[in-house]
């Protein structure tokens, strides 16, 4: 039986992910196991001076600025900037964004006290392995983002830590032999490092800490990390197609751009820049949304759109008219799911606390910095007002707006092609997903209801806690238990496979938003629970009353097994303000039961919630809800 399963369960991957994706991943892995993959890309190959330092300074490419001396930026000492200094300063690492932990040497993941083998070939190093726990404990000091915080030290502060980055820099590439150890098991960790080695390269260009000696150790680590991004790239492109594979053909489009004396950088430039644009079109929907069903990786995006189009447009450059055409849809898409006064999204979707280039003291879940600095870009009024550093450091000069994110007096906004529907009204926001899914979805949470009011979460999201943990919080955080939706007994709405991977997609049958005189009317439903039977269909139904807090929710299950318990969630952190009343079909008034849940604001960091439950024999729950 356990053979049938595989073999069914091989099918389903196939019938999801399409026949490339599966011949991909058989040949790659026959390729690592057999050693074939190991030889194309060699262990710690001789020292070569490809470029040399003054070559580098005299080259006619333009980075965001050519130097800290050039920069206009005002300043701003902040207390809150010194603060993650002085972390700094003790060995402390703000990881995610969030959980503050002491990280020593480039091996030893800090969560877990494992150390990993630097000596192993890449593709020799486990990284879904129990007992080393979370691999993205090890990689988050190794992507350098944190040099973004001794870089606007430096700045704000007028002080030169030039000697510590570049020690930090060299202690990683003594520490990590070309194409060893678990740094080079993942290509978009290699990309980010180069981009952010770049941007610290062009801030302290006229450092006396910029010695020869340092950048050709430098330029000769930056050339076989692109090396490595360049001749796996099909990998990202194809057995992985998210925000990786963006990020990847970005860093070779922009290797080629700013680093034109490498061997191989005018064949990065030219296929990283077309398959940048290919990535791009595909996965950001015509609606603006993203083929990740995540907002905190559309904002990923969003920033790498901006590295993009701003660094070509300085280089007398330019991209296919998609590029343009997504990044306008995608920041429409952000800005309307956004809290006006606080900036923060739904916590929907995977959300691994990645913000790469962190150039402003906002918090991590305020999206304004990053969705400002490309509207600004892209002459786009974001509809929010504030003051934010990242422009700035992008070199984005004011040149008034020509369009608006947000239309006047339009409440209700609908993006089919990603399955989101919002209604904006005073102080709420009501936020439902009711989708399709062409691509590979990363969590069982179709027809979740996120409420906001007065920019409180009041429903809310769990969010993600660690991609590798025990298997009971790993089903929690990625299932349909921690969302706002319905399950039938303890069965998610897909059937988890391995890792990421789940089968038997759920996929909306219709959807839609609309108005009366009194209300707002969701109404959606979706195929699901396939595993208990075929022909099962959840339907939603969320009205909520205009100018009132209150909303009434009705669930159906068409086709429901006679034997699961159909099982209402509610997901808050302010239970004494949230009042639910539920009765069932046949008329039952149903009891709540309440018990602690768990949320993860932050990756890395678990929080409690509470959760309220009802659950009912029968196929229908109808539940009113008012916040006080």
Not at 35 to 61: H, V
Request: charged content about 25%; some cysteine.
């Amino acid at each position: 039986m356990s053979s049938l399963n595989t073999i069914i369960n091989g099918l389903k991957v196939m019938k999801n992910m399409g026949w490339r994706y599966v011949a991909f991943r058989t040949v790659h892995e026959l390729n690592r196991r057999t050693g074939r993959l190991k030889k194309r890309f060699p262990e710690d190959p001789p020292f070569q001076r490809y470029l040399s330092l003054d070559e580098w300074k005299q080259q006619p490419a333009l980075f965001f600025f050519q130097s800290r001396e050039a920069l206009k930026i005002k300043r701003n000492p902040s207390p809150e900037l010194k603060q993650r200094i002085e972390l700094l300063q003790k060995g402390l690492l703000p990881l995610f964004n969030g959980v503050i932990k002491p990280v020593e040497g480039w091996f030893k993941n800090p969560d877990s006290g494992y150390t990993y083998d630097a000596t192993l070939h890449w593709t020799m190093v486990n990284d879904f392995s129990a007992e080393a726990g979370d691999i993205k404990f090890v990689w988050e000091k190794a992507r350098f983002a944190y040099l973004y915080d001794i870089i606007r030290y430096d700045y704000h502060f007028e002080q030169d830590n030039a000697s510590w980055v570049f020690e930090d820099i060299l202690s990683w590439i003594r520490s990590n032999k070309v194409n060893t150890g678990p740094h080079y098991k993942c290509s978009q960790e290699i990309s980010l490092r180069v981009l952010n080695w770049t941007f610290a390269l062009y801030f302290y260009r006229n450092s006396p800490a910029l010695t020869t000696e340092v950048f050709d150790q430098i330029q000769y680590a930056i050339y076989w990390q692109l090396h490595h991004v360049y001749h796996n790239i099909n990998f990202s492109r194809i057995a992985v197609r998210n925000n990786h594979a963006i990020t990847e053909t970005l860093a070779l489009y922009l290797g080629g751009l700013l680093y034109p004396s490498l061997p191989g950088a005018a064949t990065w430039k030219e296929h990283g820049k077309r398959w940048f644009e290919e990535e791009v079109a595909y996965q950001i929907y015509d609606d603006g949304s993203f083929l990740q069903f995540s907002m905190n990786y559309h904002r990923v995006v969003i920033q790498l759109l901006t590295w993009a189009i701003q660094l070509a447009s300085l280089n007398g450059e330019t991209f296919a008219p998609v590029v343009k055409n997504k990044a306008e849809k995608s920041l429409r898409f952000l800005r309307v799911c956004m809290n006006d006064a606080t900036g923060w999204l739904p916590n929907y979707g995977a959300n691994d606390g990645a913000l790469f280039f962190k150039l402003n003291d906002n918090p991590y879940r305020d999206y304004r910095p990053q969705l400002h600095a490309l509207a600004k870009l892209l002459q786009l009024d974001p509809s929010f007002h504030g003051t934010y550093e990242d422009a700035d450091w992008y070199g984005i000069p004011d040149q008034g707006n020509i369009g608006e994110l947000l239309e006047k007096d339009k409440h209700m906004y609908s993006f089919p092609d990603g399955g989101y529907f919002v209604c904006r009204e005073n102080d709420t926001l009501t936020f439902l997903r009711c989708g399709s899914h062409k691509d590979r979805p990363s969590q069982a949470d179709n027809l979740h209801l996120d409420i906001w009011v007065k920019n409180e979460n009041i429903l809310m999201d769990a969010g993600s806690y660690k991609y590798n943990t025990d298997e009971n919080t790993l089903r929690y955080f990625m299932g349909t238990a921690s969302h706002n939706t319905v399950m039938l007994d303890d069965y998610d709405q897909m059937q988890k496979g391995p890792r990421f991977i789940w089968y038997n997609w759920s996929q909306c049958s219709r959807a839609r938003l609309y108005e009366t005189t009194d209300e707002y009317i969701w109404e959606g439903a979706i195929t699901a629970f396939q595993q208990l039977g075929a022909d099962i269909v959840h339907i939603r139904q969320v009205r909520k009353k205009k100018n009132e807090l209150n909303w009434i929710v009705k669930d159906h299950i068409q086709h429901k097994p006679s034997h699961t318990l159909m099982r209402q969630l509610w997901h808050t952190t302010q239970p004494g303000r949230l009042i639910l009343k539920a009765e069932d079909s046949s008329g039952a008034i149903l009891q709540p039961l309440c018990k602690p849940g768990m949320h993860a604001s932050l990756y890395g960091i678990k929080e409690e919630n509470s959760t309220t439950i009802f659950n009912s024999e029968v196929d229908t729950i109808i539940t009113e809800i008012t916040i006080n």
